[in-house]
Nanobody, 119 residues
Framework: QVQLVESGGGLVQAGGSLRLSCAAS????????MGWYRQAPGKQRELVAG???????NYADSVKGRFTISRDNAKNTVYLQVNNLKPEDTAVYYC?????????????WGQGTQVTVSS
């Protein structure tokens, strides 16, 4: 079993910054992709940013230039630096990982961390 533990959410004013962290632990062979999704009230969960084990990244258009994803493979940890926050960034942010077990892979999710941006 694999656990993803997030931290770093909170309440900030518009224009502020936060750094979200997600540490993976447990039966990990190789983490192929780690990333962040978010879900605002009444909306579907959406991809915010992802990063592969090789360092390739992708971002939602709405966060490009403001959010930066990074990864420490030795610590099985992914970070999301979120700058210039806007009220529309308010959501529960979920860590996601795809664990590679050689012949198969499996998705895991964290419990979520709330980010609230006040105007």
């Amino acid at each position: 079993q694999v656990q993803l533990v997030e931290s770093g959410g909170g309440l900030v004013q518009a224009g502020g910054s936060l750094r979200l962290s997600c540490a993976a632990s447990g039966s990990i062979f190789s983490i192929y992709v780690m990333g962040w999704y978010r879900q605002a009230p009444g909306k579907q969960r959406e991809l915010v940013a992802g990063i592969t084990s090789g360092g390739s990244t992708n971002y939602a258009d709405s966060v490009k230039g403001r959010f930066t994803i990074s990864r420490d493979n030795a610590k099985n940890t992914v970070y999301l630096q979120v700058n210039n926050l806007k009220p529309e960034d308010t959501a529960v942010y979920y860590c996601h990982a795809i664990i590679d077990y050689g012949l198969s892979s499996r998705d895991y999710w964290g419990q979520g961390t709330q980010v609230t941006v006040s105007s």
